[in-house]
């Protein structure tokens, strides 16, 4: 369930965007955007498992990813709704229920 998943655990800090030095708020500000973003698209009742891996997939996907600072807000989006619509499909191993 969605609300088991508390998203401010995940945000990230500018504390954790050192590698961008000068630019560690931007960066986690950008990051946080696709995090809050796939909080909101997901599912009420998504397995709590299930999101927790699509946040740290956002994390490892984008951490560092040299374009995190020059996506575009309507990029990011569709990047997440991807994410959302493919879950299923490209991690089956992700459900916990059988």
């Not at 991807?82 to 459900?95: F, K, M």
């Amino acid at each position: 369930m969605k609300q088991m998943v508390d998203i401010h655990v995940v945000l990230a800090t500018p504390a954790d965007m050192e590698f961008w030095e000068e630019q560690a708020e931007e960066a986690s500000d950008r990051l946080n955007e696709f995090l809050h973003y796939l909080y909101a698209s997901v599912e009420e009742d998504i397995e709590t498992h299930q999101l927790e891996l699509m946040l740290q997939h956002i994390w490892e996907n984008w951490y560092e990813d040299q374009y995190l600072l020059d996506i575009e807000e309507h990029e990011l989006h569709d990047w997440v709704d991807q994410l959302v619509a493919t879950w299923d499909d490209e991690h089956p191993e992700a459900h916990t229920d059988h």
